[in-house]
């Protein structure tokens, strides 16, 4: 399998995990755009965030609100995000929710 997230999932390339459950895998963004970044994706390989079941993306919030608690942003607040499709800057097409906090953004 050629996609990056699914290598990261499967620990065939490090990276910092943060979060894990039976569902959805979290780990740091190699270039962090604030002090919290963290990338939330499900373990099963689905290209484009608008194509998850209902259950997936229950899963991935579940995971980022527990990732905000454990980053300590649940109160100052952050945000989610997921890009879809090129014109959205898009460059990894393993759906991934975006958890970014620790400033003002
Ligand atoms: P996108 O632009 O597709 O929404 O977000 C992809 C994100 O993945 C980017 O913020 C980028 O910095 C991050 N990223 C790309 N390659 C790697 C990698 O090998 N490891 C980690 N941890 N993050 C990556
Ligand atoms: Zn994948």
Redesign the pocket.
């Known amino acids: 399998m050629s996609c ?1 997230f699914c290598r ?1 999932v499967d620990g065939e ?1 490090p ?2 995990v943060v979060h894990e459950t039976k569902t959805t895998v979290a ?5 962090p ?1 604030a002090p919290v ?1 963290v ?1 939330v994706i499900p373990r099963e390989h689905v290209p484009n965030a608008v194509d998850l079941t209902g259950e997936q993306l229950g899963d991935l919030f579940a995971a980022a609100k527990e990732v905000a608690e454990a980053e300590g942003v649940s109160e100052t607040g952050y945000r989610l ?3 879809t499709g090129p014109d ?6 393993h759906a ?1 929710l ?1 958890v970014l906090g620790g400033r003002k953004l």
Request: hydrophobic letters at 45%; charged letters at 20%.
């Open positions: 990056l990261i390339i990276a910092t780990f740091r963004d190699i270039r755009k970044h990338l995000v997921f890009n959205s800057g898009q460059e990894v097409f991934h975006h």
